[in-house]
């Protein structure tokens, strides 16, 4: 094994072209031979370079347009053989295979071809085979073969190659580790988009990839390492966002902006959600942004300190001055005006971000979560309740204004960790309980903070009075359901099922309420 090595030849083929010009001097100057293919060999020639085509070097033409042209002993014997087994030198020699001490190569653009909502057959023709096959043998001999992947790697392996006239032996596993990484995330989302084509929801393997957007400081605590990776799905969101000011984005900022613009995104109505620790602490649904904002802020403006804050409609100037006033960690939308960013530039560490659009709430998706030894998959929570599927069970049936306020309440309380009871009231929820071990406790919860936020905004009475509750899963019992008619809730939306479902219709008609099964149970762990 050799730490330094000093490039006699390497193989440049690129979709990404981005320096690979500069790349190509470098390594020219350092005495190397340039072989290439195709786009990249016409772009390397065009430079003034001298580079020997693939298909001239090992005697085979290219063919099947393109499939077949790297997939040859002389590349894979240059990059697999071992320059000190005397066994490997001798078959090196008696082929006429010549030792390939680099290889450069990013791969077909997959991921943005099936991001771009191209049809079956050209995202199959951009699958690359050659291209994985080239990094995987350059990394397993990794002690002779510097390969990359990424036109980030370049700079760094060019200033080594320029002090030192080649690459050290730390230099090559830092870039295998790399390369096997690539080809891992790149296998993972052409398998994950392989199994959503035929509808496979348990393949016998799951692979999980992603291509790193950041380096965290650090994770939910300060002891903790973290990064944000993007994986192949295309879903408008945090990790697609482009941010225009403020500072970096920590690990729990960008959990919490994922859950308050997943939630927002499912409001038909222009929209506002605060989020704290994932959870929401004020929704709302108005004619306009700002008065949802007011209203969804109203619903609990000491959590809300603090919090991510999300909306459905281009910010405007009128709701970012509103958001100004409050001390924010981070706002996310589909889009914002000029003039709203300048009114937010005045706030220079609140984080703002554009996504281009909302994530479909329709949409199918994985979501995985690691637990020990294994991972837990399942389909993203698509389920909606309407209201042509309402299952009145009282004897009195809710009003219109109830039946819109019960729709809002279920779709919100799907987005609250478990156990889960929210109150609504004209479009805004009002309380909300919720990551409760007893159901009655969440109940408890939304009941009081209806009560206190009203005390502290001079209300004269809580706002649970006329609301509506809506239940994340089954009343077990009718003492959670108690709770809330007793506070004045007076319609109530719950999944049914329960053994004591009687008893709890009972209680709410006793009480003069409407209630309406679901059939749908919205658990959020």
């Known amino acids: 094994m050799t730490d330094l090595v000093r490039p006699r030849r390497a193989l440049l083929s690129v979709s990404d072209k981005t320096g690979i010009v500069d790349l190509a001097r470098a390594l020219v100057a350092a005495g190397a031979e340039l072989l290439s293919t195709g786009g990249t060999f016409k772009a390397i020639k065009d430079a003034g370079l001298a580079v020997t085509e693939v298909a001239d070097y090992t005697g085979f033409p290219e063919m099947m347009d393109g499939r077949v042209k790297t997939l040859h002993p002389k590349i894979h014997g240059g990059l697999l053989g071992r320059r000190d087994l005397p066994g490997h030198v001798a078959a090196m020699k008696e082929h006429d295979i010549g030792e390939i001490d680099v290889v450069v190569v990013n791969l077909y653009p997959f991921e943005a071809t099936v991001a771009r909502g191209a049809d079956f057959e050209t995202c199959i023709e951009n699958i690359d085979i050659g291209g994985p096959s080239m990094i995987r043998s350059g990394a397993k001999n990794h002690d002779f073969v510097a390969v990359m992947t990424d036109p980030a ?236 599927k309402l299952e009145t069970v009282t004897k009195r049936a809710p009003t219109a204004d109830e039946q819109r306020d019960l729709l809002l309440a279920f779709t919100l309380v799907k987005h609250v960790k478990s156990n889960a009871i929210v109150l609504v009231k004209d479009g805004a929820s009002v309380g909300i309980g919720g990551g409760q071990t007893s159901r009655v406790d969440a109940a408890r919860q939304a009941v009081q903070r209806a009560a206190e936020m009203a005390e502290a905004a001079g209300e004269a009475q809580s706002r649970a009075i006329g609301a509506v509750v809506a239940s994340d899963a089954f009343f077990p019992f009718p003492d959670g359901l108690e709770v809330c008619l007793k506070a004045g809730v007076t319609a109530a939306i719950q999944p049914g099922g329960s053994k004591r479902d009687a008893d709890v219709v009972a209680t709410a008609d006793a009480a003069g309420a409407a209630m309406v099964f679901t059939g749908l149970r919205h658990f959020k762990h």
């Open 153 to 388: 790697d370049y700079a760094a392996f060019t200033a080594e190659l320029t002090e030192k006239g080649g690459s050290t032996l730390t230099t090559r596993r830092k870039l295998a580790a790399a390369a096997y990484s690539r080809t891992a995330s790149y296998d993972a989302a052409i398998s994950a988009w392989f199994n959503s084509q035929i509808d496979e929801t348990a393949p016998t393997s799951m692979a999980v990839g992603g291509a790193i957007l950041q380096s965290l400081r650090y994770g939910e605590n300060p002891h903790q390492q973290a990064a944000f990776y993007r994986t192949a799905e295309n879903r408008p969101g945090v990790a697609s966002a482009k941010q225009l000011q403020g500072k970096e984005l920590s690990y729990n900022n960008i959990n919490d902006t994922d859950a308050a613009f997943e939630l927002v995104a499912e409001l038909p109505e222009p929209a506002v959600s605060i989020i704290k620790h994932a959870n929401p602490c004020g929704v709302a649904m108005a004619a306009d942004l700002p008065t949802a904002y007011r209203k969804a802020l109203a619903c609990d403006p000491v959590s809300a300190f603090g919090g991510i804050i999300a909306v459905n409609r281009p910010l405007d100037a009128e709701t970012a001055g509103l958001v100004a006033e409050l001390f924010a960690e981070v706002v996310i939308a589909p889009s914002v005006t000029d003039e709203a960013l300048t009114v937010l530039s005045a706030k220079k560490n609140l984080r703002v971000l554009v996504t281009g659009g909302l994530p479909d709430p329709h949409q199918t998706g994985t979501l995985v979560r690691s637990v020990a030894g294994g991972l837990l998959v399942q389909d993203r929570d698509t389920a909606r309740a309407s209201a042509d």
